[in-house]
């Protein structure tokens, strides 16, 4: 009985034209979803790797000496005990390489082996006894989601976005929105894990372990969250629940009493979230409950901004913007911003009461229907993608995301808008990125990387020069927030968005970080798995030092902390001065005369 419910399926896996990364990409005749890994060499060798965006956050390449693509766990051993044998540093890669910090370089200077995930995404198995589902590391979210709900199962949390392979959601630490139950993160729903790790000459060079919730607790939470250190996840087992559908509403209200709704808005909704548009004063409330499977309703999500978009509208987009940070006027951001939000909210943003029409809310629809949405990585036509995609001079951004306490939400929402008073049109910027993300998480139960507290995310999409030496407008409004996060809020840094800038206290942070570099220590002895950059996030051998790269105009991209104004931008009159709020920030800001704070 127990076997017989066990079903598995191979799932075809999507290919995509080979274009080039953002600086040098024609802005027209490109337009697919871009690979994140190319190599010119023969058998995948003198390979780069990118982003999604296409453009790290030191804009500078990561060159690997090989790419792989295992297919099976046999692949995946053999992949390793090679690199292993070499004493090559490795890093494993999703298909699409959504995270934003330099995580999948390989690092070695170039020798690096790369391992990517994009052909090993074969199997799901579901146990419908056990409700469980056990699947390949470079499975895509959606798909889980979806072949799961075909056996009346389902995911409670995960990311909105959908193209997200499961081992990178557990990488970072991904989440969705909810401080109900075990809360929104991914990696509180694993319960096993399969991992292929560094072995001895005598053992091959590489071994399968497994980590079984109850048996290896100590190593599963290193694993559960992991930036990819400790070894290569091979396959993940889910605590899955009955499936069940949703009723959604969005509020749009004024923002007045946002410090003290936020928190009821947690407490009063399963999966609820807000969106904060600053500098117009609106916040949009999602109310989101669960309610019967017999409740009518086959309501989708299939949000806008990750639907496909053209690559002459990305591009006239952002020339648009670009005309706006010339002239120096934010006030026509907050207006277009305004014009943008006001016609979203008429088409309800992507959603749909029945797969094709918004009629209006409430939606209710199937938790896989609900949960997330996507499509723009799928090529469907010449010049099509995501905004993102860097196959047209379109959208460029920072994004800065934290989580900051409960007990601390109240006080950071009052900095903001003390922020705002001072400066209206400061937070235009946001408008036009769909405003200030704000969703919940739980205290994690155990993942030594995980949630430190019951806390609120806050995700701050902004533009971004193509040019690093450009300051933008009110470049210090954003850079006092996120150091307001940082170091008066003690906010947590999402592992896999930020700039630098934003992880110089993360190894404080995490109480357990001494037992998760044990286990690293332990299964990655030589540290084959770790690159530069998570020794600097972890602060391995006290490379978090090393974080801040100090340089003529750094502190514009987030590779430092101005201390000095050339650190900014002096030739185009901006100095680093004081915040304005918390006077012991230091920013970069725009003072024609060079002598006013
Ligand atoms: C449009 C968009 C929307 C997003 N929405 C959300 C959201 O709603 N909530 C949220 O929390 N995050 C969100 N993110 C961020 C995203 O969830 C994380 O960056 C995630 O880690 C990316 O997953 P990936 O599959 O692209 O993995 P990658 O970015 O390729 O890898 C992430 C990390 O996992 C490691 N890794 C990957 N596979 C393995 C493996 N098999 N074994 C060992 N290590 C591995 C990599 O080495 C790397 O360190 C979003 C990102 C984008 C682009």
Redesign the pocket.
């Known amino acids: 009985m127990y076997y017989r419910n066990r079903q598995s399926i191979p799932l075809e896996p999507i290919t995509s034209q080979p274009t080039a990364g953002i600086l040098d990409s024609d802005p027209f005749s490109l337009g697919e979803s871009n690979p994140v890994v190319s190599c010119t060499g023969t058998g995948n060798t003198s390979c780069l790797v990118y982003s ?1 965006y296409g453009v790290w956050p030191d804009r500078r390449d990561c060159t690997a000496a090989k790419a792989v693509y295992p297919t099976t766990e046999q692949e995946l051993l053999a992949a390793v005990a090679e690199g292993v044998k070499n004493g090559q540093k490795m ?4 298909k ?4 934003i910090p330099k ?2 370089c390989p690092g070695g200077n170039g020798a690096g082996l790369l391992i990517s ?1 994009r052909d090993y995404n074969k199997n799901i198995v579901v146990d419908t006894n056990a409700r469980t589902a056990t699947v390949d ?1 470079g499975v895509l979210i959606k798909d889980i989601f979806d072949y799961v709900s075909s056996y009346g199962l389902a995911f409670p949390h995960s ?3 959908d193209g ?2 499961i ?3 557990l ?2 630490g ?3 929105s909810s401080t109900w139950g075990k809360g929104s993160c991914v990696y509180e729903y694993v319960i096993a894990m399969t991992m292929v790790v560094p072995a001895s000459a005598e053992e091959g060079y590489a071994k399968v372990i497994n980590l079984v919730s109850g048996v290896a607790d100590g190593d599963l939470n290193a694993a559960k969250v ?3 250190v400790l070894g ?2 091979s396959r993940v087992t889910l605590q899955l629940e009955p499936q069940f559908k949703r009723k959604v509403s969005k509020v749009r209200t004024s923002d007045s009493d946002l410090e003290t709704q936020i928190i009821v808005n947690a407490n009063e909704n399963e999966f609820g979230d807000i969106t904060w548009f600053p500098s117009l004063k609106i916040a949009i409330y999602r109310q989101d409950n669960r309610v019967p499977v017999s409740t009518k309703g086959l309501g989708t999500n299939n949000f806008t901004g ?1 639907q496909h978009q053209l690559a002459i509208i990305r591009a006239t987009t952002r020339v648009l913007e670009e005309e706006d940070e010339a002239d120096g006027d934010a006030r026509h951001k907050c207006e277009t911003s305004e014009v943008q939000l006001n016609i979203l909210c008429l088409i309800g943003e992507g959603w749909t009461n029945n797969g094709f029409l918004f009629r209006g809310y409430p939606i209710v629809g199937y938790q896989n229907s609900i949960q997330t949405s996507g499509t723009c990585n799928i090529p469907i036509a010449r010049n099509f993608a995501c905004a993102w995609d860097p196959s047209a001079k379109g959208e460029f951004f920072f994004q800065t995301t934290f989580s900051v306490s409960f007990a601390d939400i109240g006080s950071f929402i009052k900095d903001v808008k003390a922020l705002v008073a001072l400066n209206p049109d400061s937070l235009c910027t946001l408008g036009l990125y769909n405003g200030i993300l704000i969703r919940y998480m739980k205290k994690s139960s155990g993942a030594y990387l995980g949630e430190i507290a019951d806390s609120v995310d806050l995700d701050f999409t902004y533009y971004r020069s193509y040019d690093a030496t450009k300051p933008r407008l009110y470049e210090d409004t954003m850079e006092e927030i996120e150091q307001m996060m940082i170091f008066k809020y003690n906010g947590k840094p ?1 592992w ?2 930020n700039r630098p800038v934003a992880f110089v206290n993360s190894a404080t942070l995490y109480p357990d970080l001494p037992k998760f570099l044990q286990v690293k220590d332990r299964l990655d002895p030589q540290g084959l798995f770790s690159n530069e950059w998570t020794d600097m996030v972890l602060n391995v051998g006290g490379a978090a030092a090393r974080l801040q790269t100090f340089g003529p105009h750094c502190a514009l991209e987030g590779l430092c902390i101005c201390t000095d104004d050339s650190h900014c931008a002096p030739e185009a009159g901006y100095f680093c001065r004081p915040g304005l709020v918390w006077k012991d920030a230091r920013v970069c800001r725009l003072s024609k005369s060079g002598v006013t704070s």
């Open positions: 999604t890093r494993v890669v999703s699409y390489s959504h995270s995580l999948v995930t590391a990311p909105y976005w997200l392979s081992s990178g959601v990488g970072t991904a989440h969705g992991s930036l990819g290569v996840i990750f999402h896999g968005k």
